[in-house]
């Protein structure tokens, strides 16, 4: 079988995380890799073969990754990133036709990760605790409206880059208010639920794990656990992402006082995930059973306590002279 995971990056450990469940279905596995520049990639100089795409914000990407898949005959294409989700998404069909699965969820689903206010407003609609949300420009209009610690966060951003905490509106003056929200900031224990959705749109797994230190907005050290509150949540979320298919993410608070909310969802696989595969919550056998078309062994029985202590190592290539 031929896999393609897209924006590899430094994506290492998923192509591990596949490798390791191709060993345990004995399934002959080739990983391809692709990005914008391939070259300086840790991912793409892991995989068996690597190839370079156009940015996923051009209009030439879906019809690249088409073109690509049908020259090297991908049975599964993985994204890794937010950008290439919608057009993935709308192109699911096309990619289908050509014999290649897609691990992205239905449009509606990656539309509502994607936009960090849609997010809060369909929690909200959804009876599901989320910090009290409003576009930047609303707020500074109203600031009343807010109070308390605040957090502001580009609409569609990723990685908590651009992220802003502030005590009141002056500290938010400069942003961009068409680009912005403002939420309450909620104090207390941060973690992430990775979750599964069979084909059948079914939440399979939900896996929490506390998200103990985190580095560019992402774990660095983790603890998989199932706080009561959590695993709630993990259920109403499930219910709410109507569509969803493979691998997502949600984040969440859990305060002091026993009381949790839901403040971000990701469409896609979490940076974390290699934490959840770790514990026995297998996503990657999982997806390579559906498409092989082996018997689905996908279940919700995981270890807690699994502690995830993530450290820097470095891939060498020889790039010749500059």
Excluded at 175 to 193: K, M, S
Excluded at 278 to 295: I, K, N
């Amino acid at each position: 079988m031929n896999i393609l995971i897209t924006s590899a990056g430094r994506r290492n450990q998923l192509l591990q995380c596949f490798r390791q469940s191709a060993a345990v279905l004995d399934l002959p596995l080739r990983i391809l890799a692709a990005d914008l520049n391939p070259k300086m990639s840790s991912a793409c100089q892991a995989a068996d073969a690597s190839f370079t795409l156009p940015a996923c914000g051009d209009a030439s990407y879906a019809d690249s990754l088409i073109e690509l898949c049908v020259r090297e005959r991908v049975s599964l294409l993985v994204p890794t990133i937010d950008p290439e989700l919608a057009p993935l998404s709308r192109a699911r069909g096309r990619f289908q036709e050509i014999g290649t699965t897609v691990a992205v969820s239905h449009e509606s689903v990656v539309a509502l990760a994607g936009d960090k206010l849609v997010t809060a407003r369909q929690l909200d609609a959804a009876g599901i605790p989320t910090p009290k949300s409003l576009r930047l420009a609303d707020y500074l209009a109203s600031p009343e409206a807010l109070s308390g610690p605040l957090i502001a966060k580009p609409l569609n951003g990723s990685s908590s880059v651009g992220i802003v905490f502030a005590a009141g509106p002056d500290e938010l003056r400069a942003l961009p208010t068409d680009r912005y929200l403002v939420q309450e900031r909620w104090a207390g224990r941060e973690f992430t639920v990775n979750m599964f959705f069979d084909r059948g749109g079914k939440c399979v797994a939900a896996v929490p794990h506390e998200r103990i230190q985190v580095r560019s907005g992402e774990v660095s050290k983790g603890r998989t656990c199932r706080p009561p509150a959590v695993v709630a949540l993990a259920e109403q979320v499930s219910k709410l992402l109507e569509g969803a298919r493979g691998a997502l993410c949600f984040q969440a608070i859990l305060r002091s006082d026993g009381k949790a909310c839901v403040f971000e969802i990701n469409a896609r696989f979490g940076g974390g995930y290699p934490l959840a595969h770790q514990a026995g919550a297998t996503f990657s056998q999982w997806l390579l059973e559906e498409v092989a078309g082996l018997p689905a062994t996908a279940n919700n029985r995981w270890q807690d306590g699994v502690l995830m202590l993530r450290y820097d190592a470095a891939v060498f290539s020889s790039l010749g002279q500059p």
